[in-house]
């Protein structure tokens, strides 16, 4: 099981130091921009197929 917080941390790490943006990650996985945004607030929860989607993207 994907540890979400550690997700999201790793999430805004890898994108301050790749200077890529959210929306390039939202498109590799295959969801909506403002998704991945209510995500990362915590407003909303990804599946878990799409957490570890995210996962391997980020090389986590």
Do not use: T
């Not at 540890?3 to 301050?16: M, T």
């Not at 909506?32 to 599946?47: A, D, N, P, Y």
């Amino acid at each position: 099981m994907v540890d979400v917080n550690s997700l999201r941390e790793q999430l805004q790490e890898f994108v301050k130091v790749n200077g890529i943006k959210y929306k390039y990650i939202a498109e590799q996985i295959n969801i909506s921009e403002s998704l991945l945004c209510h995500w990362r607030k915590g407003r909303k929860e990804l599946s878990q197929d799409k957490l570890n989607q995210l996962k391997i993207l980020l090389g986590a």
